[in-house]
């Protein structure tokens, strides 16, 4: 039972945020909400491919009309120097980044077309094809799995085209094509998730969560009435190679579908599964997904508080082992300037060593081949005076790790990594 405590803690975190919250939203009437049955308006709350965050949260982005176009840009870059304990902790000065354009048009009385297109320029400011961050696993670098380094994102990190169409008073039809994109499986993946706006890192459990965010030749059709939303997709499971300034291709191969529920403007629900197929180039076989998460966003003084719950859990089809993850995170602003943030993971890890079969093999033997890590996160950012497209800020986080005793030779015996970064962002115009 060595999942008992964990399970207890997140299912506690899980039922206690809408109980705090319940009176916030008891008197929230549906029509509240942002019209997601207004085919231009669930278009502009969209966050990475047809995910979405609660509508509550004010999406920092900057708007100019173009004749019958309607555009979006958005974009976020860290400077972040990350500096680690241990034998396999590291450092490094490298710069996450993304940027963001989308022309929404209206396609006669009821329906809309939206283009986008998703730029990071992270295979040149991240250097050697990764950066430090213990127990992250996931991809490869120079053909070696990496191991407690997380990888770049590709220079084109999305390209999609979306048409929306309302079909009843409250019914609308979708589809989505993206060469590059993000098929319907998962929460809002962590560049884009409003809980995750201030930690430049990805979670450790990325790749049990949202790691198809970046997926090639995805087709997306979903129909939504009301509050739900019922999506199925279809796509290329591979992930991405090493050449991160490519468009890749390959057949479709993958499938995954994934019901939202919107119960009031604050609240984003979603459960989501799908078969990848041979997502890691050098293991074998597919992984089957299931994930379930909960996302809350409610306006508080000085800005928006967000947090999301997520779990995840990846089938191996060749070694027929289930790995587990759980998720809580939280950015709550404390003033106008002063924002706290946390992130809390529990993940089964057995890629550790996979660079090191020999010691992988010994350790199998000697331990079992899965570990379960704790990673606790705990931030600061502080808002600096804004230019007039650009917000700013600087900021710092600390992780904390609890491993098994079998990785302490390796990790030594208190594992912890911080960040030091600056922050920019296109600034929204009042």
Same mark, same amino acid.
């Given at each position: 039972?060595?999942?008992?405590?964990?399970?207890?803690?997140?299912?506690?975190?899980?039922?206690?945020?809408?109980?705090?919250?319940?009176?916030?939203?008891?008197?929230?009437?549906?029509?509240?909400?942002?019209?997601?049955?207004?085919?231009?308006?669930?278009?502009?709350?969209?966050?990475?491919?047809?995910?979405?965050?609660? %509508?509550?949260?004010?999406?920092?982005?900057?708007?100019?009309?173009?004749?019958?176009?309607?555009?979006?840009?958005?974009?976020?870059?860290?400077?972040?120097?990350?500096?680690?304990?241990?034998?396999?902790?590291?450092?490094?000065?490298?710069?996450?980044?993304?940027?963001?354009?989308?022309?929404?048009?209206?396609?006669?009385?009821?329906?809309?077309? *939206?283009?986008?297109?998703?730029?990071?320029?992270?295979?040149?400011?991240?250097?050697? =094809?990764?950066?430090?961050?213990?127990?992250?696993?996931?991809?490869?670098?120079?053909?070696?799995?990496?191991?407690?380094?997380?990888?770049?994102?590709?220079?084109?990190?999305?390209?999609?085209?979306?048409?929306?169409?309302?079909?009843?008073?409250?019914?609308?039809?979708?589809?989505?094509?993206?060469?590059?994109?993000?098929?319907?499986?998962?929460?809002?993946?962590?560049?884009?998730?409003?809980?995750?706006?201030?930690?430049?890192?990805?979670?450790?459990?990325?790749?049990?969560?949202?790691?198809?965010?970046?997926?090639?030749?995805?087709?997306?059709?979903?129909?939504?009435? !009301?509050?739900? !939303?019922?999506?199925?997709?279809?796509?290329?499971?591979?992930?991405?190679?090493?050449?991160?300034?490519?468009?890749?291709?390959?057949?479709?191969?993958?499938?995954?579908? =994934?019901?939202?529920?919107?119960?009031? !403007?604050?609240?984003?629900?979603?459960?989501?599964?799908?078969?990848?197929?041979?997502?890691?180039?050098?293991?074998?076989?597919?992984?089957?997904?299931?994930?379930?998460?909960?996302?809350?966003?409610?306006?508080?003084?000085?800005?928006?508080?967000?947090?999301?719950?997520?779990?995840?859990?990846?089938?191996?089809?060749?070694?027929?082992?289930?790995?587990?993850?759980?998720? %809580?995170?939280?950015?709550?602003?404390?003033?106008? =300037?002063?924002?706290?943030?946390?992130?809390?993971?529990?993940?089964?890890?057995?890629?550790?060593?996979?660079?090191?079969?020999?010691?992988?093999? *010994?350790?199998?033997?000697?331990?079992?081949?899965?570990?379960?890590? %704790?990673?606790?996160?705990?931030?600061?950012?502080?808002?600096?005076?804004?230019?007039?497209?650009?917000?700013?800020?600087?900021?710092?986080?600390?992780?904390?790790?609890?491993?098994?005793?079998?990785? =302490?030779?390796?990790?030594?015996?208190?594992?912890?990594?911080?960040?030091?970064?600056?922050?920019?962002?296109?600034?929204?115009?009042?």
């Amino acid at each position: 039972m060595v999942f008992r405590k964990e399970s207890c803690v997140f299912a506690f975190v899980l039922v206690a945020l809408p109980l705090q919250a319940q009176q916030h939203d008891h008197a929230e009437s549906r029509s509240g909400m942002v019209d997601m049955n207004e085919p231009a308006m669930s278009l502009m709350n969209l966050a990475s491919g047809t995910a979405a965050n609660p %509508a509550s949260w004010p999406m920092p982005m900057l708007m100019a009309h173009f004749g019958n176009w309607n555009t979006m840009w958005m974009g976020t870059a860290f400077l972040t120097d990350t500096q680690q304990s241990g034998p396999r902790g590291g450092d490094k000065l490298y710069a996450p980044n993304w940027v963001m354009a989308t022309a929404e048009h209206r396609v006669g009385g009821s329906g809309a077309f *939206e283009a986008d297109l998703m730029l990071s320029f992270e295979p040149a400011s991240v250097t050697g =094809r990764r950066y430090p961050e213990l127990f992250q696993t996931g991809e490869t670098a120079y053909g070696v799995p990496l191991a407690d380094a997380q990888h770049p994102h590709n220079f084109i990190m999305g390209l999609g085209f979306h048409y929306v169409r309302q079909v009843a008073a409250d019914t609308q039809v979708e589809a989505y094509f993206a060469p590059v994109g993000d098929p319907a499986l998962g929460p809002v993946a962590f560049p884009h998730r409003a809980s995750a706006a201030e930690l430049p890192q990805a979670p450790i459990s990325h790749h049990w969560q949202d790691s198809t965010h970046i997926a090639d030749e995805v087709v997306t059709v979903g129909v939504a009435r !009301k509050q739900f !939303k019922l999506e199925a997709s279809g796509f290329h499971g591979s992930e991405p190679g090493e050449n991160r300034w490519t468009i890749q291709s390959g057949p479709i191969d993958s499938w995954s579908a =994934r019901l939202w529920f919107f119960p009031a !403007k604050n609240w984003a629900l979603q459960v989501s599964g799908g078969r990848i197929a041979h997502p890691e180039a050098l293991e074998p076989g597919d992984q089957v997904r299931t994930t379930a998460s909960l996302a809350y966003s409610r306006p508080v003084a000085g800005g928006v508080w967000s947090s999301s719950l997520i779990w995840g859990r990846n089938h191996g089809t060749a070694m027929h082992r289930d790995l587990n993850s759980y998720l %809580a995170e939280s950015m709550l602003p404390l003033t106008a =300037r002063n924002l706290l943030t946390g992130r809390f993971e529990w993940v089964d890890k057995d890629e550790l060593f996979a660079a090191q079969p020999a010691l992988a093999e *010994e350790l199998d033997r000697a331990d079992g081949s899965t570990f379960r890590i %704790a990673a606790y996160t705990i931030g600061y950012t502080r808002e600096l005076p804004s230019w007039r497209l650009l917000d700013t800020a600087v900021g710092i986080n600390f992780t904390a790790y609890s491993i098994p005793s079998a990785l =302490r030779p390796f990790y030594g015996e208190h594992p912890v990594g911080g960040n030091v970064f600056v922050r920019v962002r296109l600034r929204p115009q009042s």
